[in-house]
């Protein structure tokens, strides 16, 4: 790790970012403040700073730290823009949306929403972790009195809608089986599926995209977009009980009638909106919020369809256009009245309908992604709309997805056919640039001008090709800076700042990445398990051996023949090979175990859970060739570990 460069605190933001900023706040309409008045509506009572603690003390959310967010001026280090949206995600506690409909906002990034019914109250999304869905339900009883749960609804397949259930339901309810639980057609294979083969990777990209490692303040995280954080705690994924298969489905839920639209492989690969015909209500998740939404996140994902994105919003007005009073969605705060919903959802409808095809337009003009960013323009009637703006999606980053969707990564030009990796062509960009000190000098005047894109990228050369040069990585943190200090968009201001910091500070430290929760494990397809075990198989290692194991699993029913060959895991279902190295007979339950890190294969076969025929041994040879994965790895410098 590089020791800390001494001095190198966080600075001040520079002429030219003062300049942008002016520009701004000439350019939009802060003087309208209506979504100050919408996130305050309603509002019942909260948790005092929605401080939330595990049983044991350790704080799973806080707004204590963001305290200095009270100032309605933005200071000289914050996009005014972002700033904006960052006061407005301040609001927290419970909120009534209407007579029989409430919100819990702010004791997550995400919304839990609360329909009332006959008899009970019903669960719309459960937050991020346990202990804040519980205090979340427990705020709702405060204030609404004590009802039983009568549904709990799932939106969609991120974990900041599903993670918290089991703060909601107990486990005499949940073995009851009585509650359903409801969600979108293939919720659970994406789910569990969307983060597990990526993960390690998604999960360090992550801290640029959030923040979590910033300090919070007006020099460093203010906030992301869609929220203030990610929320820390205990997190469990409950199966769902009733799937919702085509739009137009309806339940009827504790007297409350539901009209379900389908909207997969939009923000979600599974994800539904709802409207209620007895509150006017129209909840459209996670589509149609207070901020330009991102089709393919910093963390990684795949690419999110623009396209059906609009086409989606476009059905919603067409089945309920005109009928809701109220909208609210699972971040953010509601919109009411009939004309600036169905405003809402048509500019909403356009932003991604606009951004999709001129990325095409221009595409098929033979512009590459840079260039379209570079390019393209959103139309006044959105620019000027608040909720069209890129607090975490970007414009300039959205139109790269699209291609990337269309075209893929290359964009053509042999020359980005076969690049040298950023070592190796770091070290001969230095030496066509003259050396270190030669472009030391003529970044620090470019600095001077404002030109940070530009000093980014030659000083990253100079920093992948002399990692121990001081002053590259002083210069090069505090252009990240500048950038950070510019950006509307929370994701790239946390990117950048979190950049500078780790080029002052080393990458921060981290306890080793725990073993996947056994509740996870059970939610994965056995086929999945394998494919994860897949990853994690060291090709190079692997070299010339061939190991053939046979798998039966007596409580699901299944059999599988998990092969080594060619350095690639491969596995048949249904099957069981004559020839196999050996043979294991368990319940699956007992693999989760194993792999949850809840017990050994020798414990396992010790205590007769596991029965075994033929080599044992070979299934050791097997483990020996897997990786564990690195919960940190270097980003903005070059890798300290060789990884082969």
Request: with cysteine; charged share 20%.
């Amino acid at each position: 790790m590089t020791e800390t460069i001494a001095g190198e605190a966080p600075k001040d933001a520079s002429p030219s970012v003062l300049a942008q900023h002016a520009a701004m706040l000439d350019a939009l309409p802060f003087s309208d403040t209506a979504d100050f008045d919408d996130a305050a509506r309603g509002f019942l009572g909260t948790i005092e700073n929605a401080h939330i603690t595990t049983a044991q003390g350790r704080v799973v959310w806080s707004l204590e730290p963001y305290r200095f967010l009270t100032s309605e001026d933005a200071p000289p280090t914050v996009n005014p823009s972002l700033w904006r949206q960052s006061r407005l995600n301040m609001h927290h506690g419970l909120f009534e949306v209407v007579p029989g409909v409430y919100q819990v906002r702010g004791l997550d990034i995400a919304n839990m929403t609360l329909i009332e019914g006959d008899s009970g109250v019903i669960v719309v999304d459960t937050l991020t972790s346990i202990e804040g869905a519980r205090a979340a339900m427990e705020l709702y009883f405060r204030h609404r009195g004590k009802r039983p749960v009568m549904a709990v609804i799932f939106t969609h397949t991120h974990t900041d809608h599903w993670g918290g259930a089991r703060g909601v339901l107990d486990d005499e309810t949940l073995s009851s089986g009585r509650v359903p639980i409801i969600a979108p057609d293939m919720f659970m294979e994406h789910a569990v599926s969307e983060n597990s083969i990526a993960g390690p990777a998604m999960l360090r990209r992550a801290q640029y995209q959030f923040g979590p490692f910033l300090a919070k303040g007006a020099r460093g995280q203010v906030d992301c977009g869609l929220g203030k954080s990610m929320a820390a705690g205990s997190v469990a994924l409950l199966r769902p009980t009733d799937l919702i298969i085509a739009s137009g489905d309806r339940r009827v839920i504790d007297g409350v009638e539901f009209e379900f639209q389908m909207a997969p492989n939009s923000e979600a690969p599974a994800e539904m909106h709802f409207y209620l015909p007895r509150y006017k209500l129209l909840n459209l998740a996670e589509n149609c919020t207070h901020n330009f939404h991102n089709l393919l996140p910093f963390r990684g994902a795949d690419v999110r369809d623009a396209l059906a994105w609009s086409k989606y919003l476009g059905e919603a007005l067409k089945m309920w256009g005109g009928k809701a009073e109220a909208m609210c969605g699972q971040h953010h705060w509601p919109v009411w009245g009939r004309e600036r919903i169905d405003t809402m959802i048509r500019q909403q409808r356009d932003l991604y309908k606009f951004a999709h095809d001129q990325t095409i337009r221009l595409m098929n003009h033979g512009l590459t992604p840079s260039e379209i960013a570079e390019t393209i323009r959103l139309p006044k009637s959105l620019e000027g709309a608040w909720h069209g703006r890129g607090y975490y999606g970007h414009i300039r980053h959205n139109v790269k997805a699209i291609y990337q969707k269309y075209l893929g990564w290359y964009d053509a030009n042999p020359v980005n056919l076969d690049p040298m990796p950023p070592v190796e062509s770091g070290r001969k960009y230095v030496e066509y640039m003259g050396g270190a000190d030669a472009i030391l000098e003529r970044a620090r005047k470019d600095f001077a001008n404002g030109e940070f894109r530009f000093v980014a990228q030659a000083l990253s050369h100079l920093v992948f090709a002399e990692p121990e040069n001081q002053a590259a990585r002083a210069l090069l943190a505090d252009t990240f800076e500048q950038l950070g200090y510019a950006a509307e968009s929370a994701t790239w201001r946390n990117s950048y700042l979190f950049g500078a910091q780790e080029l002052r500070q080393g990458m921060p430290k981290a306890p080793a990445r725990p073993a996947m929760p056994r509740e996870t494990l059970a939610a994965l397809r056995t086929e999945q398990l394998w494919d994860v075990l897949g990853i994690r198989l060291n090709g190079p290692k692997a070299e010339g051996k061939r190991i053939v194991l046979n798998w039966k699993f007596t409580d699901t029913n299944e059999a599988f023949i998990l092969n080594l060959e060619n350095c690639a895991l491969t596995y048949v279902a249904g099957a069981q090979a004559g020839d196999a190295d050996a043979s294991f007979t368990l319940v699956r339950s007992t693999l989760d175990e194993v792999i949850a890190k809840l017990t050994t294969f020798p414990e396992a076969v010790g205590s007769g859970k596991i029965s075994v025929t033929g080599d044992a041994m070979r299934l050791t040879e097997l483990m020996t060739l897997m990786d564990e994965f690195p919960r940190m790895f270097e980003i903005v410098e070059p890798k300290r570990t060789a990884v082969s």
